[in-house]
């Protein structure tokens, strides 16, 4: 009874080495070990961590064997404690590379595969579909799945006209992947009309993948992003800028086989420093902000949107408009954890634990130059000795702007007992007007829905832990007047609640230099800012605007060449900083990687790459190796599937690079 708990845990933690050595230590462990139960609980922890089962093509969880379900948890650990320690080496062994089935390996390196992109189109959009098929959606307006290990084309859907691809999310469950299609119909700026098409590719076990059209729909606008929110309840929204307030439109489709749509002003102020997304939680439609200190995130119950639903049409004339503003049903802030004061940098870059030809990199005597100067006295009465305040942001806006914001959701097959978790990765810039060059970093951290949970809230009013409460239950609270609470709320027809009534539904988790948040021996991972703070410079690429796409005149759009997953994140970047001299040395480029902590509540696992606590925040940067075939300076697109410990790469002439590290 003792092993079937304690054993579970130790090879649960983020760094634990698989279970080979507890197996081998007697027969009576190793026969304990390997049975289903105790690595049922290791995949668990692994996905409470955020972290991937490196599955064949469309397998579930339920559909492994015993000795699968052994390979693929031991994998998975020997990936995330590796990427975590020395960062990712060549591979021989992924799924890429040695197909679960056995079919042909065309175009296989030692440790890298290279396959053929769309003959005679440029790759517009390219995306990873398991370890067994990739989305290519091209600039003529063409998309196509193609099979990686015959390198052949199994699929195209082509509309005879330029569309862009703008959302795809995979349905593992029902072997099927949704994805948006975009074009201009009308170019004025604020009144710029725009067509969707709705789409999903079908994967029959045992026959070739099928492209069908769901729906058509339009709007008017200025088109922020468009989320496949749930394909199950064929749930679709869209943020779209009100250019005359200045405020973000939410539009949804509440059941796209229904000839209606949502379009209402939610009065939320559009800012250029804030990055945006949205969620499905409990029946509600939650619009996700994020600002340089602080996140919110807006609730809006789909029973209260369906009030506004209208008619809608697929008669050429037909523009749909937006019925009303409507203030969210609840709202709630949290700010972000930045790095203490008392924090330094770690080395940009940490050569591999086992490379004796690089001795450890010392950090610069003013590496710490983001830190703020005056340090608060320990508190006498807090346990640990220590109070950690209200830290300054070290990249504030301005200067740093969000160049571009990734959100991520678990995307990989799960667990019901398994929370749903984001990631967020912002690519931060701060341009040089005298010298017209940009320097980057990365933030990085986690987040969930609602921002903060009933139990978090000790230094919040019993009111506003009330109203938490409610907002969970089951979104019921009082309605916003242009921002403000409107009174006081009705009783909440859930019988948990107290009879009190609830006052506020707009409540934050706010931490105050008067009211400092106390450390605590679990701490949470959530909104908890990782970095790589030594500034670089990523490599973009101009993306053409096409004349019936952009408005504007065809201008073009710088795209950083940047993928990220959940915790990982990869991108070229010139080999030399920004401020670096002669032109030619600029020139050079490499391919860089960082692993950030996994999700955990253990103070210790967020400490890595040698930090003694969690205090140390900084990203340790990896330089990759790359094939010699392969040319950085002409890669199109870049992506990332941590899973299979794999990068894909698009080059112009033609060409896929499927790199495979462990």
Not at 599 to 621: K, P
Request: net charge negative; proline share 9%; aromatic share 10%.
């Amino acid at each position: 009874m003792l092993a079937s708990a304690v054993l579970p845990r130790i090879v649960a933690s983020p760094l634990a080495r698989p279970s080979q050595p507890v197996e081998t230590s007697c027969k009576a462990l190793h026969n304990f070990a390997t049975t289903r139960p105790v690595y049922r609980n290791l995949a668990s922890a692994l996905l409470k961590r955020c972290r991937a089962l490196p599955l064949h093509g469309f397998q579930r969880l339920s559909d492994l064997s015993d000795q699968q379900l052994v390979e693929a948890v031991n994998q998975a650990i020997r990936l995330e404690t590796a990427w975590l320690t020395r960062g990712p080496r060549p591979s021989t062994s992924s799924p890429y590379l040695n197909p679960a089935e056995g079919s042909s390996t065309n175009g296989a390196r030692s440790w890298y595969k290279v396959i053929s992109a769309p003959p005679n189109e440029e790759v517009d959009w390219l995306s990873p579909i398991t370890s067994s098929y990739s989305l290519c959606a091209t600039k003529s307006g063409k998309v196509v799945c193609w099979d990686v290990h015959r390198d052949e084309c199994l699929a195209e859907w082509d509309p005879k006209e330029r569309w862009e691809l703008w959302k795809c999310r995979v349905e593992f469950e029902i072997r099927t992947v949704f994805f948006t299609m975009a074009k201009v119909l009308q170019r004025s700026f604020d009144d710029r009309v725009m067509e969707f098409v709705l789409m999903k590719l079908e994967f029959p076990e045992k026959k070739e993948p099928v492209f069908s059209e769901l729906a058509t729909f339009k709007t008017v606008g200025v088109v922020m992003n468009v989320f496949l929110l749930d394909p199950a309840s064929c749930l679709l929204s869209a943020f779209i800028w009100v250019a005359n307030s200045n405020t973000i439109g939410l539009y949804a489709l509440l059941d796209w086989r229904k000839e209606e749509y949502v379009f209402i002003d939610t009065g939320i102020e559009c800012s250029m420093s804030s990055n945006w997304s949205c969620i499905l939680y409990k029946e509600q439609i939650v619009i996700h902000s994020e600002e340089s200190d602080v996140a919110h995130q807006y609730f809006y119950p789909i029973s209260v949107l369906q009030q506004y639903a209208r008619p809608s049409s697929t008669a050429s004339a037909f523009v749909p408009s937006i019925s009303q503003r409507l203030a969210p049903i609840t709202t709630m802030s949290a700010p972000f954890i930045f790095p203490p004061v008392t924090r330094s940098n770690s080395p940009v870059t940490i050569p591999d634990e086992e490379d004796p030809h690089h001795p450890p990199v010392q950090a610069p005597e003013d590496a710490d130059a983001h830190a703020v100067d005056e340090v608060p006295a320990p508190d006498p009465e807090d346990e640990a000795g220590s109070v950690t305040v209200a830290d300054a942001n070290p990249f504030p806006y301005p200067p740093w702007y969000p160049e571009s914001a990734h959100f991520v959701r678990q995307w990989w097959p799960t667990l019901s007992t398994v929370p749903r978790l984001s990631c967020t990765v912002v690519l931060l810039a701060d341009h040089e007007p005298e010298t017209h060059r940009t320097r980057y970093v990365l933030a990085q951290h986690y987040f969930k829905v609602p921002l903060i949970e009933p139990d978090e809230l000790d230094q919040l009013p019993v009111a506003a832990a009330k109203a938490v409460e409610a907002a969970r239950a089951n979104g019921t609270a009082t309605a916003l007047v242009n921002g403000a609470p409107n009174g006081t709320a009705s009783s909440s027809s859930s019988s948990s609640l107290s009879e009190s009534p609830v006052e506020p539904d707009e409540w934050y988790g706010e931490v105050t230099p008067e009211r400092p948040a106390k450390r605590r021996s679990a701490e949470s991972s959530m909104m908890r800012l990782w970095y790589v703070s030594e500034p670089f410079e990523v490599v973009c690429v101009l993306d053409g605007m096409d004349d019936e796409l952009d408005p504007d005149g065809g201008a073009e759009r710088p795209r950083p060449l940047m993928a990220v997953d959940f915790g990982h994140a990869v991108w070229i970047e010139f080999a030399f900083p920004p401020e670096a001299d002669r032109e030619e040395e600029r020139e050079e480029k490499r391919l860089r990687f960082v692993s950030f902590p996994p999700v955990t509540n253990d103070r210790d696992a967020m400490a890595y790459g040698g930090a003694s606590t969690a205090d140390s925040l900084e990203g340790i940067v990896r330089t990759l190796d790359v094939p010699d075939e392969l040319d950085l300076d002409t890669v199109e697109t870049i992506n990332i599937d941590q899973s299979q410990g794999a990068i894909i790469i698009s080059v112009r002439d033609g060409k896929i690079f499927i790199l495979c590290y462990e």
